[in-house]
């Protein structure tokens, strides 16, 4: 998982991602903020692309619009 460390000064963050952290099974606060970070991403790419969905960058032919 991440090798950073997160300087919290809010305590209710801190004690909410202890929280996640013993329900998910995380060893450490970093792991827990990271899984929370890629569940929003994973919110918000469903918000903007339906339901399911994978967002993939394009191939093809560069082409410019005339």
């Known amino acids: 998982m991440p090798d ?3 300087p919290f ?3 209710a963050l801190v004690e909410a ?5 013993m329900r998910e099974g995380f060893d450490t606060i ?3 903020a990271e899984f929370v970070l890629a569940q929003s991403v994973r919110e918000g790419i469903k918000r ?7 967002l993939y960058a394009i191939k093809g ?3 410019t619009c005339v």
């Open 4 to 6: 950073i460390e997160l």
């Open 9 to 11: 000064t809010n305590p």
């Open 17 to 21: 991602l202890e929280v996640i952290m």
């Open 30 to 32: 970093e792991q827990a």
């Open 48 to 54: 903007v692309t339906g339901k399911g969905r994978a």
């Open 61 to 63: 032919k560069k082409t």
